[in-house]
Each structure stands twice: as structure tokens, then as C-alpha cells.
């Protein structure tokens, strides 16, 4: 354990008790086989389930429709890019030596990931109401009112609202495949709506992109088709 990730822990407000749980939190592809990717993904869970949670509880009078478009601007890149260099994550990724050459421990998508992949570690290791408490402190400080819903859907939250008002299932989103080197990686992402039978890809410099990118041309497909 560095001093930089007993100092993270302190900003945290959570100390581990198993540790390993955070230096994998912050270990990227790059560095390690031992990597965070699998973190992130429950973590991106924890983090929608906490935020849903916090909206619920805070604008009582607005319909499911606008709380997911609020939802949706609180845990996109560019909220979560901004709440990672709060807490200093820059200083404390571990990222191998192409991919700090290239800045990685700047570039949004990674300290994004990063972040969602410590709200997955805390999960892990103290269970849902201390990674529930760690979300309701990151955002603390972020202003969140019912304007927030004239703010512009992205692809995955448009998809998601179109299916919904026509009672069908939520899509699915995998990744297909990768490719390029560790640290210049894009991913090439499958949107599936099983109950029309459909599947579209897409591909991003980061798993989050790749999921917009798959959503964008799913939601051409379905407007062409209806």
C-alpha cells in the first residue's frame, strides 16, 4: 500500500479491509493482468442503483422519465471525469509506460472507469450501504435540481426511453472484441433489443463509448423502422 492510496482512502472515507481490492481499483489493462475492468462493471451498477436512489429521495416530483435523464448527466464520462480529479485519482492510477507516455492518467475515459471501479471495490469489500454512502458523498457538492432535465439525452439514455414507452425491454450491451494495443484500445460494443430480434455495434476508445456508439446506431435502426 503506497502513501498515495492510504491518502486516497482517507478522501474516500472508507478504509479497506482488504486492500488488494484497491490497488486493483486503480490498476488499468495496461499495467497489469490483475486490472480494474471487472470492478468497473459493478461498480457502474452500484453507482446507477446509489444514484437513482439519491434522485428518488431529492426530486420527489418529477416522473421516472426525467429522473433517468438526470441520472443519466450525473453518471456520464464528464461528471464522473470531473468527481475522479476531485479526489486525485491522476496521481495514484497505475497505468503502464505507453500509456503514461500518452497521458493516459488524464484522459477521461480511464479516470471515469477508475472511479466507477473503486465504487465497486468498496461494494466488495464493506457491502451496498458503504458504497451507497461513498456515492451520496461525491456528489455532495454537484448541484442537482429538476432543470437538469432540459440537459440533452445521450444515445443510451434516448434508447433506453424509447423502449420503455413502448413496454419493451431494456437492451443489452457486451463487448465483442478489442482492438489495438493495451493502451490505444478501442472496443467494439453489441446493443441487442432480444425482443425485436435486433443487434447493432458500435466502437469507442472506452467500453463506455463504445456502449453510446452501439445505442446511437440501434435508435437509427428502430426510428427507420417505425
Known amino acids: 500500500m503506497t502513501d498515495g492510496l492510504t491518502a486516497l482512502q482517507g478522501r474516500l472515507q472508507h478504509e479497506f479491509s482488504?486492500?488488494?481490492?484497491?490497488?486493483?481499483?486503480?490498476?488499468?489493462?495496461?499495467?497489469?493482468?490483475?486490472?480494474?475492468?471487472?470492478?468497473?462493471?459493478?461498480?457502474?451498477?452500484?453507482?446507477?442503483?446509489?444514484?437513482?436512489?439519491?434522485?428518488?429521495l431529492r426530486l420527489t416530483a418529477l416522473p421516472e422519465g426525467d429522473l433517468s435523464r438526470i441520472r443519466a448527466n450525473l453518471v456520464k464520462q464528464d461528471t464522473l471525469h470531473q468527481l475522479a480529479v476531485a479526489l486525485g485519482l491522476p496521481e495514484v492510477v497505475r497505468l503502464g509506460e505507453g500509456e503514461v507516455r500518452s497521458g493516459g492518467s488524464r484522459r477521461p475515459s480511464i479516470l471515469a472507469d477508475a472511479l466507477e471501479a473503486l465504487i465497486g471495490a468498496v461494494?466488495?469489500?464493506?457491502?451496498y450501504a458503504a458504497a451507497q454512502a461513498l456515492v451520496h458523498r461525491l456528489f455532495q457538492d454537484v448541484e442537482i435540481?429538476?432543470?437538469?432535465?432540459?440537459?440533452?439525452?445521450?444515445?443510451?439514455t434516448e434508447l433506453q426511453e424509447w423502449l420503455q414507452a413502448r413496454k419493451l425491454k431494456l437492451p443489452l450491451y457486451r463487448v465483442v472484441g478489442t482492438l489495438g494495443a493495451a493502451h490505444r484500445?478501442?472496443?467494439?460494443?453489441?446493443?441487442?433489443?432480444?425482443?425485436?430480434?435486433?443487434?447493432?455495434?458500435?466502437?469507442?476508445?472506452?467500453?463506455?463509448?463504445?456502449e453510446q456508439a452501439a445505442a446511437a446506431v440501434m435508435l437509427q435502426t428502430l426510428k427507420a423502422r417505425d
Open 18 to 56: 482488504d486492500p488488494a481490492l484497491l490497488v486493483r481499483a486503480v490498476t488499468h489493462r495496461s499495467f497489469a493482468a490483475d486490472h480494474n475492468e471487472r470492478l468497473e462493471f459493478l461498480g457502474d451498477s452500484v453507482l446507477n442503483l446509489a444514484v437513482a436512489d439519491l434522485l428518488y
Open 123 to 127: 461494494y466488495l469489500d464493506a457491502g
Open 185 to 210: 484500445q478501442t472496443f467494439d460494443v453489441e446493443c441487442e433489443v432480444s425482443e425485436l430480434n435486433l443487434s447493432e455495434r458500435g466502437i469507442g476508445n472506452s467500453r463506455r463509448a463504445g
Open 145 to 156: 435540481n429538476p432543470q437538469m432535465q432540459a440537459s440533452a439525452k445521450d444515445a443510451k
